[in-house]
Each structure stands twice: as C-alpha cells, then as structure tokens.
C-alpha cells in the first residue's frame, strides 16, 4: 500500500494537520445532524481524508465498505433520451460521485440522479441518521446551469439527504449554493506541519532521515502534503538509507515541461514551436491537465527572465489561460502562449543586443 | 417526507417575517402594500435591489395575507432561477396559469382574496431576453386577472417593456441598527449570547445582506455554542483577513515581482477565493489617499477583467498574478506595454 494511503488518517481523532478543523467538524456531527457542507482548498491539502473521516464518524466503519458501480441512466429530456454512464463510489450510508465527469450535460446529472437519489431515504432500524450523505467532487467544474438545479435540490430534500460538496476554488460555485452549505476552508499545509507528518512516516517505518532531508521535501512539494509523502516514498525506493545530499526526485511532467521551458528561451523560431507543439502533445495525451501545463511553464520562464518581462509574460499566461477555458481546443492556446513569449523575448533580445 | 428535525430548520426561513408590516426598513414598499391589503388592488409590481433586503419575503408575506393558506396554491405561482424559465415555459406553463379566470373570492376566510392571481417571478434578471419579451403580451392580456411580481437584483436586466409595465420598488440595504435590532432578536429567541464587537463584526462581514448574516450566525452557533465571540464570525464566514489584503498590496507597492508572486502564491494555498481577494484590493486601492486617479483607473480596469475571467472559470492563481503585476506597474508607474524601440 502506498504510504499516502497508509498514513491517511482514518477518523477525526487522528487528523494532525487541520486538528481544529477536524474538532469543529466533530462537534457539529456529535448532534446526529449536520447541515450541508462545503469543503474548499488548494490540491493535497486534505479535503478527501477530512471527507471520509467525517463520515467514519457519522456512521461508522461501514462507511469505508465501499464498492466501486458502474451505472447507466437513462434520463428522459422532454424530447429525447440521454444516456450517461456514470461511476460512483457507494457504502451503505454514502454515494460518492464527481458529476461533472459528464461534461456539459452535468445538469442532467444534478436534476435527475442526485435528485432520485436524494429522493430516497435510507431506512434505519434504530430510527435515527434518517438522512443519507451524497459526496460530489469538483463541484467547482459544474455548470452555472448544474449549479442552479442544485440549489433547489439542497433545499427539497434537506429532510432525508446532506450534500457534502468538495472544490478546489470557491470562486467557481455560484453565491446561492454556498451561502446554502456550512463552509469550510481547508488550506494547503504548511511546511511546517509537513514535516511533522514526514518525521511521523518515518518513525513508523523505521527509517534514518538525515537533518535537513524533509525539509527539503517539504520545500519541493509546493505545500501539497500529498507530493511531500509520495516523493518522500519515491527516494525511499530509490535509495536507503538516505544520503545527505540525496536528490529529490521531481515528477517526470515537470522535467519535461522544464525541458520545453529551456527550448524556447534557446531559440525563437517556427522550426522550435514545430518540435516543441509535439513535446506538448505527449503532455497531453498523458493527461496532464492543460492549465497545470501552462502554470508550470509560467513557473519556469519566470526563474529565468528579467523583471520587466515577467510582467508581460504572466499578463500573457492568464490571457491564453482564460481563452483555453473558453474554447476547445488547449494545445492551441498553449501553442499561442509559447509562440507569443517567442516573440516578445526575440524582440527583447533584438532590442537589448542588436 | 419525514418531519423536519427542528434543529435542522434553516434560521433564515424560521425568521422570515409572516406578515408585511414586519418587512424591515421599506417603508413606501409597506406603505403601498398595506394599502393593497385594504383595497385589494394592485398594479404589477417590479422589486430591485441588494440580496438579503426582503425582496421575496415581501412578496411571499404579500401574497399569503390576500389569499390565506387555502386558497394559496391555486392563486400563486412562484417561479425561481432553479425551475426551467425557457421561452417555452412563459409560453406554456406561465401563460396557461395566468389565463385562468378566477371569482371574486370569498371573504368570509378574513382574507382580502382579490380577484386576481399573482406570478411571483424571483431572481428574473436571469431570465433570458427572449422569455422576457414573450412576456410582454401575456401581462397585458391578462392582466384583469393576473398581477405580476418581478423580483430582481438588477434593475437593468430586465428588459425597458417590462419594468414600463410595473410599479417599481427599490429596496434599500438595511442600515445597521435595523440589522442590529433583528440579529439581536434572533439571538434572544435562540438563547444565543452576542456581544457588542461580535455584533459589529457581524454587521460588517455581511454588508447589509441581512440573510447573510443569519446564516453566519446560524453556522457559528452550531459551532461555537451558544455564545459566540467576534473571532469565531469571522473563521466561519471565510472573510479573508485584512493582514493578508495588506501584505499582498505592500507587495505590489515594493516593485519585486517575485516578492509578489510568492503573496499570491501563498494566498492561494490558503484557500481564499480570489473573487473575494479582488473585492478586498479593490476596496484598499480606491480607499488609498497616496495613489493618483490615473494609476486607480488602470488597476480597476484590470480588475474588472480579471473578475469576468474569473466568472468564464479561469485559473485563480494567473488571474491574481495577472492584476498584481498590473497593480504593480500602475503603482510604480512602470510602462503598460513594453516598448522596445
């Protein structure tokens, strides 16, 4: 079992990292109610692991017997049917699903699955948890429209379901749904609190961690907790016992896009953007998300440039960035980034060198 | 459907008032309506304003006290942003509702029961253009026996024919002794303890929204307990705080692009929404004595961007890096464009 798997903690007791967080959300639960939530923060930050703890406290360790289904909807739209196929992952107490898995008819999701499965309530001997909890990732990925249909739906059914919402930016969910939910900010550890966490890992496992080794983990890692215990597993493989000045291994995406970075600060030419259009595919075809592409390469063009391009450069990136989200097609708008600092840089160089 | 758990019931909808005369703060609006209760007429109506000033519970309250609980459902359609408001749906379902003649009720429920029928039609300004032009006939046909109430946050979204056609009632934001007065009432309803600075804090994170405020207290009180202390507000509403606007505009004054990147950075990891971040820059910038208009113009214009690109879905952390290299520039009255020549 992978460590970040291994080490996750399993209930709201054994959370280090947001232990406030973690308490608050036992309060609330500890009334056999809650009311919807929201959970927002940057990637790695514990969101997931906060998620599940909580239902382990609701309801148990039934709550982490889950099955994997694959179910297909059929959904009558007026005039015609749509047919989704749609993955989730259930318990006895809780469905979990990410509805923006169906692209732009993630409004039919929300109007008819969540709503049939909001509709039904669980049946419970004991006569108390009458609610079931459905978990939805990415909401922020949803429709205005997906959004919309959903907040009627909290409301209906607030009697016999709890949404447990979970996004990367808070930005993205419109006002009415999270004025709706109890929202809570989950921010990205930090480096700090990694450490702590590594130093954990490996006294569990035994390991002899030289001084100063986590720490610069903790400082690649870009405060994701999730990188820092997967690239900490990955130098344990590689080699142990540790070494001093043992290189952290970076991901190979990262190197790659770094890689393209030195390209075309080398040289400014359509035969570069050629060869360079084909690094980006394989990028893409390995399902690097494009908007962490571009990031990263704004990262890396912004180590080497001079103050005044930086400016312009990082004006261009949130240009592209936004086209990219508008249109269909991310190599382009990628594409168009690369070939614009092209010619911003070669007009610098000409400017400054002659 | 199991009976609500008691607890459970939303603050907002326990508290809404029952009655118009209870509506805080708008007084024509009353005034108006209370003389549609003693006359039982009343023109189409168009309420704008803020969210969070009473515009639906004035409209709800209107309608439950001409008509009474059972005549209710047949004399009322509501209508909001959630239901399908299509062009399609003006024509069928609104305008079928509205041609429905109804008598002149009885009056022997207490109830004024005038007779017409109202289309409550909230959150209109997200109607599209089309289905509100295909309104514009169904309201005059019909109007001897179907009144119209629009319910919007801007005026200017709703086309000219349609607000032409209505008695339009702004609602202004609550003042805080009004917000004040009815937190406070809440608070002892609820035996919650509130003290002063808790108080005032209250007031400014919810900017007059007064449902705002509610909820922020309603989802502390689960938290906290029953007395709450200005500290826990302001961890529950995710305002962002003013330290960190401060460090981040201080960063954008020093001229080190990388200094600033780093704020913004960490600003992200912190999980603060950038809409929000925005909001709060745009509140330092314009407030600030020492920039001069010309350098506020240019930020501003490249908030508004940012904001529209943001609301397309575009990365937080490029949008933010974006107008804080702009900022920057503004602010040390750096070129807008490079210029090489």
């Known amino acids: ?139 922020d990925k949803l429709s205005k429209e997906a959004q919309h249909s959903l907040r009627r739906t909290m409301e209906k059914y607030s009697a016999s379901c709890r949404l447990i919402l979970c996004c990367n930016s808070s930005s993205r969910v419109t006002e009415a749904v999270r004025s709706r939910c109890l929202n809570v900010c989950v921010n990205a550890p930090s480096d700090e609190q990694i450490i702590k966490v590594l130093e954990l890992i490996s006294k569990k496992e035994s390991l002899q961690v030289p001084p100063g080794f986590t720490e ?51 040289e400014q030419s359509p035969k570069r953007l050629f060869q360079v259009r084909g690094k980006i595919y394989e990028l893409l075809v390995n399902c690097i998300p494009p908007e962490i592409i571009l990031k990263k ?19 261009w990136a949130a240009y592209y960035e936004h086209r990219m989200r508008l249109g269909q097609k991310a190599i382009f708008h990628i594409e168009a980034f690369v070939a614009k600092f092209m010619s911003i840089y070669k007009e610098f160089l000409i400017a400054t060198f002659g | 459907m199991a009976p609500l758990i008691p607890s459970s019931q939303p603050w907002v909808e ?193 900017e007059g929204d007064l449902r705002r405020a509610i909820t922020y207290l309603q989802s502390t009180a689960r938290l906290y307990g029953s007395s709450l202390s200005s500290k826990d507000l302001i961890s529950i509403s995710g305002v962002i705080p003013q330290d960190t606007v401060q460090t981040l505009f201080a960063a954008c004054k020093s001229g080190e692009f990388d200094a600033a990147n780093k704020e913004a950075g960490n600003v992200i990891a912190e999980g603060y929404p950038v809409s929000q971040m925005l909001y709060r820059l745009l509140e330092v910038i314009v407030s600030s004595d020492d920039i001069s208009d010309l350098q506020k113009a240019r930020i501003c214009k490249r908030l508004a961007e940012a904001d529209k690109c943001l609301i397309d879905g575009a990365d937080e952390y490029l949008q933010l890096m974006d107008v804080v290299s702009h900022t920057m520039r503004a602010l040390c009255d750096m070129p807008q464009d490079m210029k090489f020549h």
């Open chain 1, 216 to 266: 610069r983990i903790a400082a690649q890692s870009n405060r994701s907790l999730r990188r820092a215990v997967l690239a900490f597993e990955t130098c344990r493989v590689q080699q142990y016992p540790f070494t001093m000045n043992q290189a952290i291994p970076p991901m190979d995406w990262e190197l790659y896009v770094s890689g393209i970075a030195s390209d075309i600060m080398k």
């Open chain 2, 14 to 206: 326990k508290y809404r008032p029952k009655q118009v005369k209870d509506v805080a703060h708008q007084e024509e609006v009353i005034r108006v309506l209370t003389n549609t209760l003693e006359t039982a007429n009343c023109p189409h109506m168009l309420f704008y304003g803020p969210p969070g000033t009473g515009k639906t519970t004035t409209a709800l309250a209107i309608a439950h006290q001409l008509f009474g609980p059972e005549l209710y459902k047949s004399r009322v359609l509501e209508l909001n942003a959630s239901d399908d408001r299509g062009i399609n749906v003006v024509r069928t379902k609104i305008k079928d509702f509205a041609a429905v003649a109804v008598g002149s009720g009885n009056r022997q429920s207490g109830y004024p029961c005038p007779p017409f029928k109202i289309i409550i039609l909230d959150e209109a300004d997200s109607m599209t253009e089309d289905a509100q032009n295909a309104l514009r006939r169904t309201m005059e046909t019909y109007s001897k026996v179907t009144r119209f109430f629009f319910i919007c946050n801007y005026i200017s979204r709703i086309i000219e024919p349609l607000a032409s056609r209505c008695a339009k009632f702004r609602f202004k934001p609550l003042p805080e002794e009004v917000m004040s007065s009815r937190i406070l009432h809440i608070c002892n309803e609820e035996g919650l303890n509130l003290d002063r600075e808790a108080l005032s804090t209250l007031n400014s994170i919810s």
């Open chain 1, 297 to 315: 390469l704004l990262s890396e063009l912004l180590k080497k440039l001079d103050s005044e391009l930086k400016h312009e450069i990082c004006h």
């Open chain 1, 1 to 139: 079992m992978l460590w970040v798997d291994k080490y996750r903690p399993r209930s709201l007791d054994k959370v280090t990292v947001h232990e406030e967080i973690a308490q608050n959300l036992k309060k609330l639960v500890s009334e056999q109610d809650c009311p919807h939530l929201l959970f927002y923060g940057p990637s790695g930050s514990g969101k997931k692991t906060l998620i599940m703890a909580l239902l382990k406290e609701m309801f148990g360790a039934s709550a982490e017997k889950v099955k994997l289904e694959q179910k297909a909807w059929k959904i009558n739209a007026g005039t015609r049917t749509i047919e989704l196929e749609l993955t989730m992952l259930a318990s006895t107490h809780h469905v979990e699903l990410t509805p923006s898995d169906a692209g732009f008819q993630d409004r039919y999701i929300v109007q008819e699955v969540i709503k049939e499965m909001a509709k039904n309530r669980p049946i419970d001997s004991k006569g108390k948890k009458g609610f079931k909890v459905l978990v939805l990732n990415e909401v």
